[in-house]
């Protein structure tokens, strides 16, 4: 399995501000991905990390407010800008080592965030 | 896209017995059904999958049946412990895309 090393783990932030989150894995992975997930609720999918080009967002999520960059295969960033109290949640990173059918997604530890 | 639905979103269940969650998704071209298990404050583990080539796939206590033709899935544990207690998630994969979609999760209590 592929580890995945997310920093930073928790942040409190003031509201109108922006966090970058980083995501390293430790080998080569097809794909990338940035989950949000709110306090008791599922994972939302917000994006694909594309390397090299535009992320591929979801519905309901935009570059403006979550910018993604992936410059290589292993690392990834999100971006949560002009940040309000709504955006606090935890947010994770994942990999895919293949596409396909052999799929499988592994995660980050998660960055605990809290919007004040 | 893709839709994954999980019932029941709680589930209490006596130590020992079984557990069985049920999901259904709604994009045939995904041929992927992972199961997560995450424990308070911690990340998502993956815990069993099944490809679209099986329908059935056991690892010890732990389960999981698939049926295609009505795009259901299900997890079953038999003989519940009180580890197992956690929120379980069911997803779905699609071949083209790769993401997995999450079913919004089943709290899963096992009782003494």
Redesign the interface.
């Known amino acids: 399995s592929a580890v995945i090393s997310q920093k930073p783990s928790r942040d409190i932030c003031q509201r109108g501000t922006s966090l970058t989150i980083q995501c390293q894995v430790d080998s080569q992975v097809t794909m990338m991905f940035w989950y949000r997930q709110q306090p008791g609720q599922s994972l939302t999918l917000i994006a694909t990390a594309n390397q090299g080009s535009e992320a591929t967002y979801e519905s309901g999520f935009v570059i403006d407010k979550f910018p993604i960059s992936r410059p290589n295969l292993t690392f990834s960033t999100l971006t949560v800008s002009n940040m309000s109290p709504e955006d606090s949640s935890i947010y994770l990173c994942s990999a895919t080592r293949y596409g396909g059918i052999d799929t499988e997604a592994f995660f980050g530890q998660g960055t605990r965030l809290t919007v004040v | ?1 893709e839709n994954v639905e999980q019932h029941p979103s709680t589930l209490s269940v006596q130590e020992g017995d079984s557990a069985v969650i049920k999901c259904t998704y709604s994009d045939s071209a995904s ?2 059904f ?1 199961w997560y298990k995450q424990e308070l404050g ?3 583990q ?1 815990i069993i ?1 099944i ?1 679209s ?1 099986v329908g059935e796939k056991k690892d010890q206590r732990i389960a999981v049946t698939l049926n295609k033709t009505a795009k259901h899935f299900s997890l079953h544990i038999t003989e519940t412990q009180p580890e197992d207690s956690a929120v379980y ?1 069911c997803a779905a ?1 699609s ?1 083209v ?9 089943t709290r899963l209590h096992i009782l003494p």
Do not use: H, M, T, W
């Open positions: 896209g041929n992927y992972p911690k990340r998502p993956l999958d490809r080539n998630f994969s071949v895309e790769g993401k997995i979609i999450f079913g919004k999760g």
